[in-house]
């Protein structure tokens, strides 16, 4: 995944460029534009928050050069409008690209949304088996694709192992089944710990309580994802001691594998302070697997109470 978004914005930027991208993003996004590509390259770096379309509307200037959005942003699950973004990103000169992996693409096509470019993580849901890292980027624009190419894969060595690409191809021919799968174990699962007692905030799409429900249904078609931001009455060490507690869950990082796994992110997450305030304590990102929903449920509940919840 990091080297595909390194690939397009390498590709796609010069110096002097603006590049507009979100205060909550994937890793590698934050470290490339807010300590590479400014300080290496000269590229103006704008952070801004995307699910605030007035705050995204100041941001886009003339001359703005790129304009990247991830939605639901990784990892608090919030959503930006990717048509109204790509709107005023393309009135003001500037390209769109759009992360769409906590989504994936069963559930969100952003280039009919009027996204250019798509990054997609071929290591999550559509490999789907924890075992292969590579990453995709989709555009109708085939002038700039071979453009990407040429800079990025023939030039730079941004090309996965044809293993790597042999496993990815055998775990994409069951991805829509197990989406499927995930989307309504997700569903259930959220909506159960929305329920649970000491659980202080659950960030999914698909509740009617996130902010970004309404226009998720719009930009969702299939389902809402796999991935649940919640938090829980507690100090880090005891997020800790819950996961570590758990027994058909994972404690491990990543997403969009057959297996369910969670992992606790202030102590761990260096942008902490960009998130809103009720993400900076207890905090847990949680990607839901193909275990059966009552069996994470029962683990859930079990890993609460072990540790007086």
């Not at 990607?287 to 683990?299: F, V, W």
Request: with cysteine; proline share 5%.
């Amino acid at each position: 995944m990091s080297p595909a978004l390194h690939a397009l914005f390498w590709t796609l930027l010069k110096t002097g460029d603006r590049v507009v991208y979100p205060k909550v993003s994937y890793m590698a996004v934050y470290r490339l534009f807010h300590e590479l590509f400014n300080n290496k390259f000269g590229v103006e770096t704008v952070m801004v928050d995307m699910t605030d379309f007035d705050a995204v509307k100041k941001a886009i200037t003339p001359g703005t050069r790129l304009v990247h959005v991830e939605t639901p942003d990784n990892p608090t699950d919030g959503i930006s409008d990717i048509a109204a973004i790509a709107k005023i990103a393309h009135e003001n000169g500037a390209i769109l690209s759009v992360d769409n992996t906590f989504a994936s693409p069963l559930n969100q096509h952003p280039l009919d949304l009027g996204a250019d470019f798509v990054v997609e993580s071929l290591t999550k849901y559509i490999n789907g088996h924890g075992d292969a890292q590579g990453g995709a980027i989709i555009s109708n624009d085939l002038e700039t694709m071979d453009r990407i190419r040429y800079e990025a894969q023939v030039n730079v060595g941004s090309v996965i192992s044809p293993f790597n690409a042999w496993q990815i191809f055998r775990g994409a021919v069951t991805f829509p089944l197990r989406m499927e799968r995930i989307n309504a174990s997700t569903q259930k699962i959220a909506e159960w710990l929305e329920q649970r007692q000491n659980v202080t905030f659950v960030s999914y799409p698909g509740l009617p309580s996130n902010p970004g429900h309404e226009l998720a249904k719009k930009q969702m078609k299939h389902g809402f994802g796999g991935v649940i931001s919640f938090g829980i009455a507690a100090d880090d060490k005891a997020v800790e001691r819950f996961c570590a507690a758990l027994k058909v869950v994972t404690f491990a990082v990543s997403l969009g594998h057959d297996e369910s796994l969670i992992f606790p992110q202030p102590s761990y997450d260096e942008r902490i302070n960009l998130y809103p305030e009720k993400f900076r304590k207890g905090f847990i990102r949680f990607s839901i697997g193909l275990e059966d929903p009552d069996d994470i449920i029962g683990d859930l509940d079990q890993a609460l109470k072990a540790i007086g919840l």
